[in-house]
């Protein structure tokens, strides 16, 4: 008979997203799937989440799965609306420079 080795097992389902990275429940909301894209959010007081501006979301993403591959970067310094803030990918975290207030930030896909 023909011999061979057995294909590799799949993932099971929900473990990696479409992206390519483990899921993880804190950064993102629902699964990957076609069509989604990611939005990056940060906590206004009331606890309410607010977009961050076009001009850097695209930045902010690319940064993000740079951090995913080789956790490297775990700060990147943010340019929007004409000012600069500093977003902490490991702890999920944004600041102004000179400003004490640290707001959560997260990555929701849409």
Not at 60 to 75: A, L, M, N, P
């Amino acid at each position: 008979g023909r011999g061979g080795t057995p294909p590799p097992m799949p993932p099971p389902p929900g473990f990696i997203d479409d992206d390519g990275y483990a899921s993880d429940a804190a950064t993102t909301e629902g699964g990957g799937g076609p069509g989604r894209k990611a939005v990056w959010e940060f906590n206004w007081e009331n606890d309410k989440w607010h977009a961050f501006d076009n001009d850097c979301q695209t930045f902010i993403e690319s940064r993000y799965s740079r951090f995913q591959g080789d956790h490297s970067q775990k700060h990147v310094n943010v340019k929007t609306k004409g000012f600069t803030i500093s977003v902490d990918f490991e702890r999920m975290t944004q600041k102004k420079p000179g400003k004490p207030d640290i707001k959560k930030v997260r990555r929701r896909l849409v």
